[in-house]
C-alpha cells in the first residue's frame, strides 16, 4: 500500500504543475491580446496619407 501515496503525490505535482502552466499561458495570452489592441488602435489614429494632396487641379 506504499504505492497509494506516492500516486497521490504524482498526481498532486501533475495538477500544481498543470495549474502553474496554465496560469502562465493565461497571463502571456491577456498580455499579447492588450498588445495587439493598442498597435491597432494606434495605427487607426495615425493619420493616413493624403492622395488627392499630390494631384494637380485646374
Do not use: C, Y
Not at 501515496?5 to 499561458?25: Q, R
Amino acid at each position: 500500500m506504499i504505492w497509494v501515496p506516492i500516486l497521490f503525490g504524482v498526481f498532486k505535482f501533475g495538477a500544481l504543475g498543470a495549474t502553474i502552466f496554465l496560469s502562465i499561458k493565461s497571463h502571456r495570452d491577456g498580455e499579447e491580446e492588450e498588445r495587439q489592441k493598442k498597435e491597432a488602435a494606434a495605427r487607426s489614429e495615425a493619420p493616413l496619407p493624403n492622395a488627392s494632396s499630390n494631384v494637380q487641379g485646374p
